[in-house]
């Protein structure tokens, strides 16, 4: 992971401040600052991967990560987004 990747991602969090709430990850990719973590989280059509790192040193080695795979998915129900917010 370069350093330009890294230097935009935290000009970007520090741009957007996110709350309690549902998003989607639209280009598949993201970093997420979490006091002093970075998080990264990746997904693709075989699942999902998220690494956490100490703030700052995201070139070593993650601390922590995990993957899920979509093969591992019950069958999917259709539900809106607003239904998942009234589930809450």
Request: glycine share 8%.
């Amino acid at each position: 992971m370069g350093k330009r990747i890294v230097a935009k991602a935290k000009q970007l969090a520090g741009e957007i401040g996110l709350v309690d709430d549902d998003y989607l990850l639209k280009d598949g990719a993201a970093w997420f600052t979490a006091g002093r973590f970075s998080v990264r989280i990746y997904s693709d059509k075989r699942g999902v991967e998220c690494w956490v790192y100490p703030l700052g040193r995201e070139s070593e080695p993650a601390l922590a990560q995990c993957v899920a795979f979509a093969e591992q998915l019950p069958k999917p129900e259709v539900v809106s987004l607003a239904a998942h917010r009234d589930r809450r």
